[in-house]
């Protein structure tokens, strides 16, 4: 080998190892970062009892719940469970584009891991609580399509059921005419399970107590592609915004240019449907279910009130175990965490609302970019979720 190839080689060698080198580089993360940082957590977080439903952290109830949702007697043929479409193994979503049912409906499912966090349920926040959101399907015809006294005829029926209904509630009416309050039992009762679904820690989480600790050999352990792509997300990709707090999302609702257009045809008009329909519901914290004396918890839903902006705005997902729900969106129409990170990056300005506050631009990032925050996202899945099929979940 002459010198001068040898000479060009090594310093090839070098440029790599270099470039290694930088790649590899703790990632620096400024004050506010930190700040922001360290509101994901700490992780988990204790679910504040919910005052609407007074069985909320009830033992009995929670047993009764847990059973119900794996029950498929709950539905009017006897063929399908919430558990049918909420899968435990799949992160409590079904891994379809959009649900399955007698008919498709034309949304995603949702994940319920720490469901019991949010302030409004379904996509466009149509149910202020989540015992209203869990009477839903059961009286959807295209989801489990019983209704009040097919509920009520089960509960009676089953021993096991009606032991933990009556600790809970009361025995099981006999008269027909009760049968709606036992259906809002229910739905209260289902609440109560699903409040305990709250998610494990993740690698994520101890990157956040490490940072919070100052303790750099603890920090050094989770991957650098998911620091950079941490830096991203609460630096200028923005994505703290609306994803914030320790779930990931601020609760409500945004614009992020998803096409509103229903794969059946029609409009999805995201929150503005559902606040009117929140508004006509009369199982709403407005209503005569509310078991909140005090008037505090339906507060939030005396305050809403229908804006043009609301059109095409949909909830902002929670992000925890976000890589074991594809696909995603309210229309399931990307299928992969690249795919939604390339969204933000491409994003289509002309599909936003004008009169919004312009929040999202197309962030353009470099594929190495894209990489990590696919890295960071993947970060957020919590130990050994195949571990976890059981019928319950408690509470860590
Ligand atoms: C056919 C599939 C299907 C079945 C069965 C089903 N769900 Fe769902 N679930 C969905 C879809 C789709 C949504 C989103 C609905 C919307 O946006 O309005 C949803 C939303 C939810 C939400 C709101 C989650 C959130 O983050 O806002 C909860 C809670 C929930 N379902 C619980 C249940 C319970 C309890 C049952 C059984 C009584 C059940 N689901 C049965 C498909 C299903
Ligand atoms: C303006 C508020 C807002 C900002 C900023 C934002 N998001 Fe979102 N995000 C949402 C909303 C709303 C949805 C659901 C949109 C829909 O279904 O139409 C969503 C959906 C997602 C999903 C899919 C979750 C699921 O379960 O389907 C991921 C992943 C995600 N965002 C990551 C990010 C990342 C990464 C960034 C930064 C680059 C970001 N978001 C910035 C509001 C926001």
């Known amino acids: 080998m002459r010198p001068g190839v040898a000479g060009l080689l090594l310093a090839c060698l070098l440029a790599a190892s270099v470039t290694i080198a930088r790649a590899q580089a703790p990632v620096a993360f400024t004050e506010p970062e930190v700040r922001r940082i360290l509101h994901y957590g700490p992780w988990p977080q204790p679910v504040l009892r919910d005052p609407s439903n007074r069985v909320s952290g009830n033992a009995d109830a929670i047993a009764l719940g847990g059973r119900l949702f794996y029950d498929r007697r709950l539905s009017g043929d006897g063929a399908m469970s919430c558990a049918a479409c909420h899968l435990p193994d799949r992160g409590f979503t079904d891994g379809r584009d959009r649900a399955y049912g007698r008919a498709a409906l034309d949304r995603n499912t949702p994940s319920v891991w720490n469901v019991g966090f949010a302030r409004w349920f379904g996509w466009d926040g149509a149910a202020d609580s989540l015992w209203r959101q869990s009477m839903k399907p059961i009286l959807n015809p295209i989801e489990l399509a019983a209704d009040a006294n097919h509920v009520a005829a089960l509960l009676r029926s089953d021993q096991e059921l009606s032991a933990h209904y009556a600790k809970a509630f009361g025995a099981v009416p006999d008269a027909t005419s009760a049968d709606e309050t036992t259906l809002v039992n ?13 998610s494990r820690r993740t690698s994520f989480d101890d990157f956040r107590d490490a940072l919070a600790n100052d303790d750099r050999a603890a920090a050094a352990r989770y991957p650098v592609a998911a620091q950079r792509g941490l830096k991203i997300f609460v630096g200028k990709g923005n994505c703290v915004f609306c994803h914030f707090g320790p779930t990931f999302t601020n609760g409500e609702f945004a614009d992020v240019g998803m096409p509103y257009f229903a794969a059946k045809g029609g409009v999805d008009a ?33 305050h809403v009130a229908l804006q043009h902006r609301n059109f095409g705005e949909f909830k902002v997902p929670g992000l925890r175990n976000v890589a074991l729900t594809a696909p995603y969106m ?46 960071f996202l993947e970060s957020l899945t919590e130990r050994s979720p195949t571990a976890q099929t059981g019928k319950s979940h408690p509470p860590q």
Request: hydrophobic share 40%.
């Open 186 to 198: 229910t739905g209260k009762a289902i609440a109560a399970y699903l409040e305990t679904l709250v």
């Open 330 to 375: 309210h229309n399931g129409s990307l299928a992969t965490l690249r795919d939604v990170v390339l969204h933000y990056s491409e994003l289509d300005e002309e599909r936003l609302h004008a009169d919004g506050v312009r929040i999202l631009r197309p962030l353009h990032l470099a594929p190495q970019e894209v990489d990590d925050l696919v890295a």
């Open 270 to 302: 995201g929150r503005h449907g559902g606040i009117k329909e929140l508004l006509a519901d009369r199982f709403n914290l407005l209503g005569p279910y509310n078991d909140d004396a005090s008037g505090a918890a339906a507060s939030k839903t005396r």
